[in-house]
């Protein structure tokens, strides 16, 4: 149990490095190109055609690629310190609320992708593989702590 535990920590490791790297590029995307092959793709426009959206929605959409970037690199921050002192005597609750903070987050970020219609798999594999990874740390968390609970709390 003890050595799942920490294969389920190394994911969520991980899981933080992968938000740090996918926040750090949607963060450069969003001060730079604003848009990836999969935006214009889901648009049907050719990148020397996304002008055409217009100057304003070229910046709404740069603004909040550059905010999501911002935010994905700070909750990657935190993630990481988190993780890497969460698996010791008291910090239970930290485990918990790492793995109670993913449902809204990925909720969320696959839903309104659901919900809009943008289900392009080069687009979405990301978000996929960090909930796999999220899950992986989820799940082996709770499995250690219903059987080490004294070690843990």
Same mark, same amino acid.
């Given at each position: 149990?003890?050595?799942?535990?920490?294969? *389920?920590?190394?994911? &969520?490791?991980?899981?933080?490095?992968?938000?740090?790297?996918?926040?750090?590029?949607?963060?450069?995307?969003?001060?730079? %190109?604003?848009? +990836?092959?999969?935006?214009?793709?889901?648009?049907?426009?050719? #990148?020397?055609?996304?002008?055409?959206?217009?100057?304003?929605?070229?910046?709404?959409?740069?603004?909040?690629?550059?905010?999501?970037?911002?935010?994905?690199?700070? %909750?990657?921050?935190?993630?990481?310190? #988190?993780?890497? &002192?969460?698996?010791?005597?008291?910090?239970?609750?930290?485990?918990? $609320? $790492?793995?109670?903070?993913?449902?809204?987050?990925?909720?969320?970020?696959? *839903?309104?992708?659901?919900?809009?219609?943008?289900?392009?798999?080069?687009?979405?594999?990301?978000?996929?593989? *960090?909930? +796999?990874?999220? +899950?992986?740390? %989820?799940?082996?968390?709770?499995?250690?702590? #219903?059987?080490?609970?004294?070690?843990?709390?």
């Amino acid at each position: 149990m003890w050595r799942r535990a920490q294969w *389920g920590q190394l994911a &969520w490791v991980v899981h933080a490095v992968g938000l740090l790297i996918a926040g750090a590029v949607i963060l450069w995307v969003g001060m730079t %190109s604003v848009f +990836v092959a999969e935006d214009l793709n889901f648009l049907c426009l050719k #990148s020397r055609d996304a002008g055409e959206l217009g100057a304003k929605m070229v910046a709404v959409v740069a603004h909040d690629r550059a905010t999501l970037g911002g935010m994905l690199f700070a %909750s990657g921050a935190g993630m990481f310190l #988190s993780v890497l &002192w969460c698996f010791r005597r008291g910090a239970a609750w930290l485990w918990t $609320t $790492t793995a109670f903070l993913g449902i809204p987050a990925y909720t969320a970020a696959l *839903g309104v992708h659901l919900w809009v219609g943008y289900i392009d798999w080069r687009h979405l594999v990301h978000a996929v593989a *960090g909930l +796999v990874l999220w +899950v992986a740390g %989820s799940t082996s968390h709770t499995e250690y702590r #219903s059987v080490h609970s004294p070690h843990f709390y």
